[in-house]
């Protein structure tokens, strides 16, 4: 057996320090995630003319189509899936669903919190491209098999109090315009009426629109309804003194026309300013 003098047993544990030491160092450090924060910001749905003026409930003003002046005394509308786009590309949910409302006190409105055209939600800090969503109510919520709107609290936007609910088929109206049409020159009013149900109204649609979220101010986001586009997108326009009244529901092909026409114009009628 090899002995060792004292000089190299001392160097050997010398050795066997330093070894240690250096193993010593080399333990993995726990990652802490970064702290994700959040900040409000708000969607304010508004309703504006061709030429991007305010449009008030009952204002009269030139349609632009069919020799027509026009107003609305009715706008609701639902939205679901509300995603915010990120710069990157990546999703974030913002809101499962939401019910825009217009319209004052009356007979869709059972009471005046119904009334709703101002949204506010959190979002991460940084910078957006816009924002996704889907026009009308989801499928599983609508229909035979979905639950009644009188098993939802009054502040549900599916609630029966919202006013859109059809409850002698369990359905909602996902998209309600109505209003009075007029020939130029003559002041008789002549109303429309379009309630859009069923899975024919439901569509994705995307509302570009650059924004950054930061803690230094509020950030509003305003989505004007071009009321005037509703009703003559290019190539898709409606006579609404003509076809006035629309049925979802209906097998009659010039009906099923108008309902997609109404849907297909509103989507492409919303502007995020």
Known sequence: MRKFTSIQFLGLCLVSIISFSSCDKQTIEPIINPVVIEQ????????????????????QTALGAFDLDFNFNTLSFYLNNIKAVKDDGTEVMVKDLILV???????????????????????????YTGLKMVLGVPAELDGDNAPLA??????????????TWWSWDNT?????????????????????????R?????????????????????TTLTAEVNMNNVFTQPGNQLDIYKDNISDSKSDDQNQVRIVKLVADNFTKSITLK
Do not use: C, E
């Open 150 to 163: 009188t098993s939802y609290p009054d502040n549900n936007p599916l609630s029966d109090k919202r006013g």
């Open 198 to 218: 069923t899975d024919v109204v439901t569509q994705s649609f995307s509302l570009n629109k650059n924004f950054t979220l930061t803690n230094i101010a509020a």
């Open 40 to 59: 409000n910001f708000t969607i304010k749905f508004t309703t504006v003319n061709s030429s991007s003026n305010t449009l008030a409930l009952g204002q």
């Open 172 to 196: 909602f109206r996902h998209l309600t315009v109505m209003g009075n049409a007029y020939k130029v020159g003559n002041s008789t009013p002549y109303p429309y009426s379009y309630h859009l």
């Open 101 to 127: 409302n217009v319209n004052p006190k009356s007979w869709m409105n059972t009471d005046s919190t119904a009334v709703n055209s101002s949204f506010t939600f959190s979002l991460p800090s940084g910078n």
